[in-house]
C-alpha cells in the first residue's frame, strides 16, 4: 500500500514527522518503527515465514515470524498483537518483550521492537504476504545465514536475539 503513512522516528523513538511507505522504503535516512515477534513452538523450533514475491522488499525470502509496521500513535506491543493476528490468524496472550535495535538496509531504516511468544499451530497465513510458514531448528537457521535464502533484516534479528538470548 504506498499510499499508507509511517511516522518518522528518531533512535529513542521520538516522532518526527509523517511520511508514505513509498517515501520510507526508498530512503535509508527515514527511521520508523516495526513490531517483530519471534513465534517458537514448545520444541524451540521458529516460526518462519517466506515473504510473498509480491513485497517490494526481501521478495521469496524467509524471514521473522510475524514483522508490521507500527501505525501512527498505535502502541507497539498492540501492532504486534495485531500483525500476529493479520499474518498467522493467531494470538498469543503470553508475549514478551525482547529488545529493540535499529536495522538499515538498502531500503529502508527500521527501530525494531522484538517480542516472543510459544504457539505451535495452526496457522492461517495472509496468502498475499506470506507464500509459507514453516518451524526452522536454530541450527539449521545458522546454517542458512550469508547464502541469500533469508532476509538481510531476519539475519540481523537472528543475531540480536541469539546475543541476549537467556
Known amino acids: 500500500m504506498p499510499d499508507e503513512i509511517f511516522e518518522i522516528v528518531d533512535a529513542d523513538g521520538n516522532v518526527l514527522g509523517l511520511r508514505s511507505r513509498a517515501e520510507v522504503h526508498q530512503d535509508p535516512s ?18 518462519l515465514q ?33 500483525e500476529m493476528e493479520e499474518e498467522l490468524g493467531i494470538s498469543c496472550n503470553d508475549m514478551d518483550f525482547l529488545y529493540s535495535y535499529i536495522f538499515s538496509g538498502r531500503h529502508e531504516s527500521e527501530l525494531v521492537f522484538s517480542y516472543r511468544c510459544t504457539h505451535n499451530g495452526p496457522f492461517t497465513y495472509n ?4 507464500d509459507a510458514v514453516a518451524f526452522w531448528r536454530l541450527d539449521d537457521i545458522l546454517n542458512t545465514l550469508g547464502c541469500g535464502t533469508l532476509s538481510l533484516n531476519f539475519e540481523a534479528e537472528i543475531r ?3 546475543s541476549v538470548r537467556p
Do not use: C, Q
Open 30 to 47: 527515514l527511521l520508523h518503527k516495526v513490531a517483530h515477534v519471534l513465534v517458537f513452538n514448545e520444541s524451540g523450533e521458529l516460526l
Open 50 to 82: 517466506r515473504r510473498s514475491m509480491n513485497k517490494d522488499v526481501e521478495p521469496g525470502k524467509w524471514d521473522t515470524s510475524v514483522g508490521g509496521h507500527v501505525s501512527p500513535g498505535e502502541d507497539i506491543k498492540a501492532a504486534a498483537f495485531r
Open 127 to 130: 496468502v498475499e504476504e506470506i
Open 160 to 162: 540480536k536475539y541469539l
